[in-house]
């Protein structure tokens, strides 16, 4: 009898990364319970020390204040990324923070609470290097969940002018740039905002 020689899984007919991560919302209380295992989570994926870990925490405890404000831990055995957001609100469009980088067509959107901020996706590196275009890719499905979750028409994050990684990784992920608002003349915005469609 002949022994049949089984073929060896290749890279690409391993386990499909759709079922790789469990993406679920946590509720703000679970965040303030969780914080730490965020922290670590961020540390992790930015390779950042203490002082970074400190200062995601800060930002994330400011963002989770926003009305509306969701969360979507992924997780495999362990939590492997994170993303959040919130409802860009009318009234503070066109003011500071968000609103102040958006162009004026945008804040129809927003009146209808359909534009939704994200303002920080946090995923491992191989998210940045690798299938960024794929629909599995870790930032796109924690990105997209978001939006579908709130029936968003767009998401909108910011991005520093000079963080050319960041945005060369947003722009792999289907974001794109919108028009700065303002008027000529004035000194480039320190940063520059990005739309995604879900």
């Not at 831990?73 to 503070?92: C, H, I, K, S």
Request: net charge positive.
């Amino acid at each position: 009898m002949a022994a049949h020689v089984l073929d060896q899984p290749s890279r690409e007919r391993g386990a499909s990364p759709r079922a790789g991560a469990v993406l679920r919302p946590l509720t703000r209380r679970q965040i303030a319970d969780r914080l730490e295992e965020l922290g670590e989570v961020y540390t992790h994926c930015s390779a950042g020390g203490d002082e970074a870990r400190a200062c995601f925490q800060r930002r994330l405890l400011t963002a989770v204040r926003h009305p509306g404000f969701a969360l979507l831990l992924a997780q495999n055995t362990d939590p492997v990324g994170l993303a959040y957001g919130f409802p860009v609100r009318a009234e503070g469009c066109a003011g500071d923070g968000i609103g102040a980088y958006l162009p004026a067509g945008l804040y129809q959107l927003a009146a209808k609470g359909r534009l939704f901020a994200i303002p920080e996706t946090v995923v491992p590196p191989e998210a940045y290097r690798q299938y960024q275009g794929r629909d599995w890719n870790l930032a796109r499905r924690l990105q997209k969940r978001l939006l579908d979750d709130h029936d968003a028409a767009l998401g909108v994050t910011l991005v520093r002018r000079d963080d050319t990684g960041t945005l060369d990784a947003l722009r792999s992920w289907g974001w794109r740039c919108v028009p700065p608002s303002g008027t000529a003349g004035q000194p480039p915005a320190l940063c520059r905002a990005l739309v995604l469609s879900p």
